[in-house]
């Protein structure tokens, strides 16, 4: 077993890359370059580099890029049985580079060298500090439940307006339509261009631009209208001490009418299939619960926390079927691996 070392080619323009990585390009005997479409690589054949792209597995298998990436992985360590093997990637090796990730979890001999990632370029292009907290999102893997709309976001990969559009669906399930949003190519080469936009806006073009990405700017705290911290920022304001002075003389065991009652409109709102109240009844729900963790809180009982992570581990352990490949197609396969999870439940609750 031979080593495998990788390279960053830079996020564009050969003087973007660093000396380091430039010597040992130029220097190494076995050289493979992710794709060949990069920039530097056009100027450095031109000085007499040679190079092995893997190219031909994106056409390969041009509907599934896991079996790009994973076929990528399988001919590097292939050839490293028989030589020392350089692998150069676009950007820097660690900042989203799947083939890098999954080379380090298959192959022990991976060295990873220099390289500098388009983040910096790009913060400064929008000008932005990253300190002030920001996502770095794959258009491929974007989720709009994970979309923290009061940090910075970058979406990678938005090359052509067929990507841009989904990603602007995903998008307009957090952001407003309007919300401005900066288009951004070739960070800090010589070729950078910044567009500002509507988000609505940021399909509407022809080609294929593979140094593309976007830029998201954060929403103010009060249009951040989707998220579930913003709810739980208003409760904490309005029970603290310059809060609310009702919800504030009110205990855990005097808030139990108010969630039945809200309850019970929901299940009114519901039968009626009144879609407007039914969301409307929802929240008053919700913000009922919320109320009920402050309280307790305050009286030194439990936290929202505790709450979230005792509905989340019994969510991952009563569902082996959904998250475990363990195999119920019907209800009742279902109804009888509860009734198992829950009797063993009860045992390990009673022994305590």
Known sequence: MHTISVVGLGPGEKQQMPLSVYDRLMNSQSVFVRT???????????????????????????????????????????????????????GHPMVAEKTVKDLLEQYDKVEILDGKSFLDDLFKAVRIDPVEGFQLVDSFELNHDQLQTGQHVIVMQVFN??????????????????HQVAVIDGAGTS?????????????????????????????????????????????????????????????????????????????????????????????????????QTNAAEKEGLFTFEEVLESVNRKMRRRHPHVFDGMSASTPEEVDAIWQKIKLEEKRLKDET
């Open 36 to 90: 060949s479409d990069h920039p530097a690589l056009n100027e450095l054949k031109e000085e007499g580099l040679a190079f092995e792209s893997m190219d031909d597995l994106y056409d390969k298998y041009s509907k599934d890029f896991n079996k790009v990436y994973q076929a990528i992985v399988e001919k590097l360590i292939t050839e490293a049985q028989n030589k020392e093997v350089l692998y150069a990637v676009p």
């Open 161 to 178: 307006a067929l990507m841009a559009g989904e990603v602007k669906l995903t998008l307009m399930e957090k952001y407003p339509d309007d």
């Open 191 to 291: 070729e950078e261009k910044v567009q500002w936009l509507p988000l609505f806006e940021m399909d509407r073009f022809d080609g294929v631009f593979n140094l593309r990405s976007l830029y998201v700017p954060p929403l103010p705290q009060d249009e951040q209208v989707t998220s579930l911290s913003t709810l739980q920022y208003y409760i904490d304001r309005v029970t603290g001490e310059e809060g609310d002075a009702w919800i504030n003389e009110q205990t855990p065991l005097s808030l139990v009418e108010y969630i039945r009652e809200e309850t019970e409109e929901l299940i009114e709102a519901i039968e009626r299939e009144d879609i407007d109240n039914w969301i409307e009844e929802l929240g008053d729900v919700l913000v009922q619960i919320l109320y």
